[in-house]
């Protein structure tokens, strides 16, 4: 891809965790003691802090109880419906229809449209509890119930449980320390691909969009067709280097390993091409570090974007690749390996 712009953005691929080899040349070196803002990330700003307090661990809503089950879909993810795009609040636990379902805390039952709440505190707008949703409820309207009491079955033609966690009226990762045991938290990210490309504003501007490919597997592959789902990391943050120097603090993309953003900020957090998983096709998951940006405002140099993805239990993976500003138009568009 060709980039239209008086000086270029570089981007080359970097192996490993070790981004730039100690004592390597910088061409057009910034000056020393540079600091630099990066663009806001919209998502995270508007994101509550993490609810303080002890964390009760509950075990499975299917049996075993003990023992983890497979994922299709996690917390975070994509998902695209007729009018609206949304992050997904719960977990995708696959299971055949009719499949029992049952509680995983005690608490007082309230019927919705396709899904039953339990819930263990009961405020206005900030109650607390579990949603079971794609069921068939075989429990009345506030009933309580007791931990592993049958809430009903799957309901035919949906193939699997969706199970998520709210408290004080906001939704919880269920895959998070403390919460679902035994974990079926996804084993380590990987970051496929870091790329910058011009910015889709429609005015030709110097703007760029800085977008890194990134997803974590599921620890055990859910049954077919849904054998190659994935899902998203838990945290995703970026920086900027001078050779080994951070010359910018971590900027926070998006963090799942509480909270999710709220609906009308998709736009924000997951770019064009990205898409979820479905029947034998893995997820594709395309994340801003920045959107709309103007490198402009960087003094001339080489640097380093440095990306980490974390899982949800903490599993980290780092990747960077070489910033130029100032050059000649060339490539923007690169690999990451591994």
């Known amino acids: 891809m060709a980039f239209r712009r008086t000086h270029a953005l570089a981007v080359a691929a970097l192996a490993g965790l070790t981004l730039v080899a100690a004592g390597s040349a910088l061409a057009h070196a910034p000056p020393a003691g540079l600091h630099v803002e990066l663009p806001a990330a919209a998502a995270v700003d508007a994101l509550p802090p993490a609810t303080p307090g002890e964390e009760h661990s509950y075990d499975w809503p299917l049996r075993p109880f003990d023992r983890p089950h497979p994922l299709r879909g996690?917390?975070?993810?994509?998902?695209?419906g007729r009018v609206q795009r949304n992050f997904h609040f719960g977990v995708d636990?696959?299971?055949?229809?009719?499949?029992?379902?049952?509680?995983?805390?005690?608490?007082?039952?309230?019927?919705?449209p396709d899904h039953v709440d339990v819930l263990t505190h009961v405020a206005v707008r900030h109650s607390s509890g579990f949603s079971y949703w794609h069921?068939?409820?075989?429990?009345?309207?506030?009933?309580?119930?007791?931990?592993h009491a049958l809430l009903g079955v799957v309901s035919p033609t949906w193939h699997h449980l969706h199970f998520g966690e709210f408290r004080g009226g906001s939704w919880l990762n269920p895959l998070r320390p403390g919460a679902l045991t035994p974990s079926?938290?996804?084993?380590?990210?990987?970051?496929?691909?870091?790329?910058?490309?011009?910015?889709?504003?429609?005015?030709?501007s110097d703007r760029v969009d800085v977008i890194v490919d990134a997803f974590a597997a599921p620890r055990a592959p859910p049954p077919p067709p849904w054998q190659d789902a994935r899902v998203v990391?838990?945290?995703?943050?970026?920086?900027?280097l001078a050779g080994t120097t951070p010359i910018s603090g971590w900027?926070?993309?998006?963090?799942?390993?509480?909270?999710?953003?709220?609906?009308?900020?998709?736009g924000d957090v997951y770019a064009p091409g990205t898409a979820s998983n479905a029947p034998n096709r893995a997820g594709h998951y395309l994340f801003y570090l920045a959107r709309d940006w103007d490198p402009d405002t960087l003094p001339p140099g080489t640097y380093v974007v440095q990306v980490q993805v974390v899982g949800s239990r903490g599993a980290v993976a780092t990747a960077g690749a070489e910033l130029s500003v100032a050059g000649t138009p060339t490539a923007v568009h690169a690999a990451v390996p591994g």
């Open 74 to 80: 996690g917390f975070g993810d994509p998902r695209f």
């Open 93 to 112: 636990i696959p299971a055949p229809d009719w499949t029992p379902v049952y509680a995983v805390a005690a608490g007082t039952v309230y019927l919705e």
């Open 135 to 147: 069921i068939l409820p075989a429990v009345h309207e506030h009933a309580f119930v007791r931990r």
């Open 184 to 204: 079926a938290a996804p084993t380590r990210p990987q970051i496929q691909e870091l790329s910058v490309a011009p910015a889709d504003d429609g005015t030709g």
């Open 233 to 240: 990391p838990a945290l995703i943050r970026w920086r900027l």
């Open 251 to 266: 900027r926070e993309v998006v963090d799942f390993r509480n909270f999710i953003p709220p609906n009308r900020l998709f």
